[in-house]
Each structure stands twice: as C-alpha cells, then as structure tokens.
C-alpha cells in the first residue's frame, strides 16, 4: 500500500511516533489504522485522549487500574 502525505504531515507523524513511544513509523501507522477502522465512531480527540492515556502508563506518569478496582471505586459512589 502507498500513500502520500505532505512533507508536514511526514514531519508531524515522525514527531508523533517517537513521542509516544512507537519503534517504528510503520508500527504507529498500522495502529492509526488499526484504531480508526476498529473504531470508526470515535472522536479525534476521544482518540487522542486515549494515546496520551496509553503514552504517559508507558512513561510510568499513570498507573494502571484493575477492574476491581474500578467496581470498588464505583461502589463507593453509590
């Protein structure tokens, strides 16, 4: 598959993959397009939320939460 982008475009992606973390332009392109096939309703910046959600687990700036603890947290509110 061949696609054209703009040399912008090729700069912003560039910068993107490695901020977030990805080996590799092709690996952070294959999961843009992964999401974005998989989740054709989802906003932009539902998307967005949800890389820098995964990017700042990997930097270790988040932590994770099981879904017991999310069931007990919800509980609590109740």
Not at 19 to 45: K, N, Q, V
Not at 54 to 76: F, H, N, T, W
Request: glycine share 4%; no cysteine.
């Amino acid at each position: 598959m061949n696609v054209r982008v703009t040399e912008r475009q090729l700069v912003e992606i560039d910068a993107a993959w490695r901020e977030e973390g990805y080996t590799s332009r092709s690996e952070f392109l294959r999961h843009a397009i992964r999401d974005a096939t998989e989740h054709p309703g989802a906003s932009r910046d539902m998307l967005a939320s949800i890389a820098a959600e995964e990017y700042a687990m990997r930097k270790g700036v988040s932590e994770a939460v099981s879904r017991a603890e999310v069931a007990e947290m919800i509980d609590d509110e109740e």
